[in-house]
């Protein structure tokens, strides 16, 4: 009975996933409309007002939250497999990524693609700007307000309003200066060691 199960789940799974494909190919402003609407129920939780372009590609789907006033650029890829929690006006430009999970390859006498994988959550709070082919990796937190620069690659996680640029992703400034006595609260540009949360 279990293998049933387990092969009706499997069904149910595929066939989300390729409606999920089908909306995320339907071009122009009826697109974006009908994805608005029938993406939602999809995804673990989605809030309201959201603006999805062409294309957007999402693993496990199932484990994504959305806040409201969301904005998805063409080609956005998020592997939602570890969790990922997007706060409310989380804007993302063309082909940017998001990866929840990634492969261990932490024995070197055992080929990497025989260890398995690691889920670590992404949580981006209120209003953050996430630039064109930026990369965010499995663990990071991304403070409110901060703003991630094109083509950055973000390991680790940064304090709210910053700005981040770079591979590997590290604050060059700041939207707002965080007070004294917080962290990065000397009003300068943190370094990566005092960027990480």
């Not at 006033?69 to 409310?88: E, M, P, S, Y």
């Not at 910053?162 to 370094?191: H, L, Q, T, Y």
Request: proline content about 6%; aromatic content about 10%; overall charge neutral.
């Amino acid at each position: 009975m279990s293998s049933i199960k387990t092969f009706y789940w499997a069904v149910l799974m595929d066939v989300a996933g390729m409606w999920f494909w089908f909306l995320s190919k339907l071009p122009g402003n009826t697109g974006i409309a009908l994805r608005a609407l029938l993406i939602p129920p999809l995804l673990g939780a989605c809030g309201k007002r959201q603006t999805i372009q062409l294309n957007l590609r999402v693993a496990n789907p199932e484990k994504l939250r959305i806040g409201n006033d969301c904005n998805f650029g063409q080609g956005v890829f998020i592997t939602a497999g570890g969790g990922v929690t997007l706060g409310d006006f989380v804007g993302m430009g063309p082909d940017a990524k998001i990866w929840s999970v990634n492969h261990r390859f932490e024995d070197p006498g055992v080929p990497w693609l025989t260890q398995g994988y690691e889920s670590k959550e992404v949580v981006i709070e209120d209003d953050v700007w996430i630039g064109a082919n930026a990369f965010i990796m499995p663990g990071v937190h991304i403070g409110k307000g901060a703003i991630i620069s094109a083509g950055s690659v973000l390991s680790k996680s940064v304090p709210a309003f910053s700005i981040v640029a770079g591979n590997p992703g590290r604050v060059i400034g700041w939207r707002k200066k965080p007070e004294a006595g917080i962290e990065g609260g000397d009003g300068k540009a943190a370094g990566p060691e005092e960027a990480a949360a």
